[in-house]
């Protein structure tokens, strides 16, 4: 893991405090967990993904944010048929720019076995400044391009640069899938995106007390367009914000999910499973 990435993992969660939250009630029909990070939890991957399955939550995707972790996630992938993996440089990290070497590293790992998506990658207008966003959306054509030429689908992070993400998608030629992975989005950007054809993919601050705006665009976001995330460990999902996440956590969020969309848990839980399936492959 990079120095970068390491200080501002720990900045942001030094708010942290407490257990892993007890699991919750299983699904009656399994899902899946589209974004998490197996690398920067505490827990053993064989037991994060002991504790998911005994929840109903049978796959996962586990995620890269520079080429050290997009390795490890890649190596985890092969060696745990329940998990694939995504590898890229993440725009906090591509914010200082990336050599030719490291792009065609990560065109390399994105072609192996069990790695199914290209990202996270994307633009994060919050924490990098404004003389460092040419460098992120440089990055963030040539993930465009690395998704194309893969077949792999093309995994956003869009934080507060939503109108630069969908200019670039659409200048470049987005790829045949798209996922926003924790869409931050209301629900005029939502419908933006189901226009377009990308997946939106929710996480657990869609279940926080201030998100919303973001339960409105997830109430509109068509059902075939949707996918359910923890980010773990990150955006753990109410009533445990601040703990530790994993991905046995999906079912809090996609109950909080089907109860926002009026649906039923086991139809919302299909459905994210096929659309799983349809976005990164069959397992």
């Given at each position: 893991m990079s120095a970068k990435w390491g200080v501002d993992w720990v900045a942001r969660n030094s708010g942290r405090v407490g257990d892993p939250p007890p699991p919750p009630d299983p699904l009656a029909v399994p899902a899946v967990d589209a974004h998490c990070h197996l690398d920067l939890m505490d827990t053993p991957v064989a037991e994060a993904v002991a504790a998911a399955r005994a929840v109903g939550i049978t796959r996962m995707v586990?995620?890269?944010?520079d080429l050290e972790t997009s390795r490890w996630q890649a190596e985890i992938a092969a060696a745990h048929p329940e998990v694939w993996?995504?590898?890229a440089i993440h725009p906090n990290?591509?914010?200082?720019?990336?050599?030719?070497?490291t792009f065609e590293a990560i065109a390399k790992l994105a072609r192996a076995d069990g790695v199914v998506a290209v990202g996270e990658t994307g633009l994060d207008y919050f924490r990098t400044p404004p003389e460092r966003h040419a460098a992120q959306q440089e990055s963030f054509r040539r993930h465009i391009a690395i998704a194309k030429e893969t077949g792999r689908a093309l995994m956003i992070h869009d934080r507060e640069a939503h109108d630069d993400t969908l200019r670039i998608l659409a200048a470049e030629g987005a790829p045949e899938r798209v996922v926003f992975h924790a869409f931050s989005g209301d629900a005029a950007m939502a419908r933006t995106c189901a226009d377009a054809?990308?997946?939106?993919?929710?996480?657990?601050?869609?279940?926080f007390k201030n998100a919303g705006e973001l339960r409105a665009a997830a109430a509109v976001a068509p059902r075939d367009l949707l996918l359910v995330e923890t980010d773990a460990p990150y955006l753990t999902p109410a009533p445990w914000r601040g703990r530790p996440g994993g991905p046995y956590l999906v079912p809090l969020t996609l109950r909080l999910l089907a109860q926002t969309r009026g649906e039923q848990v086991d139809d919302l839980a299909a459905a994210v499973a096929a659309n799983a399936e349809r976005t990164f492959g069959p397992w």
């Open positions: 586990t995620v890269g944010v993996a995504a590898v990290e591509a914010a200082s720019g990336v050599d030719e070497a054809g990308y997946v939106m993919s929710f996480a657990g601050n869609v279940t």
